[in-house]
Nanobody
């Protein structure tokens, strides 16, 4: 079984920064792409960022230039550095990994940006 555990969420003022982490544990034989999603109250879960096995990255237009996804393969951890945060970034953030050819989700971490 594979588990993804997120951390790093919290309350921050607009313009501030947070760094989210997502660590994988369990029986891992193959790791594919890793991504971050978010879900605001009353809205669908939206894709935020992705990092491929080769290290290439891609971002939703709403966060491009402000968020950076990175990884530490030795630690089986992926990060989301969020700068210049806006109130509309408020959401529960979820990591999603392709592990052993299956998709796994973290439990989510709340990010709240006050104006």
């Amino acid at each position: 079984q594979v588990q993804l555990v997120e951390s790093g969420g919290g309350l921050v003022h607009a313009g501030g920064s947070l760094r989210l982490s997502c660590a994988a544990s369990g029986s891992i034989s193959s790791i594919g792409a890793k991504g971050w999603y978010r879900q605001a109250p009353g809205k669908q879960r939206d894709w935020v960022a992705i990092i491929s096995t080769g290290g290439s990255t891609n971002y939703a237009d709403s966060v491009k230039g402000r968020f950076t996804i990175s990884r530490d393969n030795a630690k089986n951890t992926v990060y989301l550095q969020m700068n210049s945060l806006k109130p509309e970034d408020t959401a529960v953030y979820y990591c999603n990994w392709n592990v052993n050819y299956r998709n796994y989700w973290g439990q989510g971490t709340q990010v709240t940006v006050s104006s």
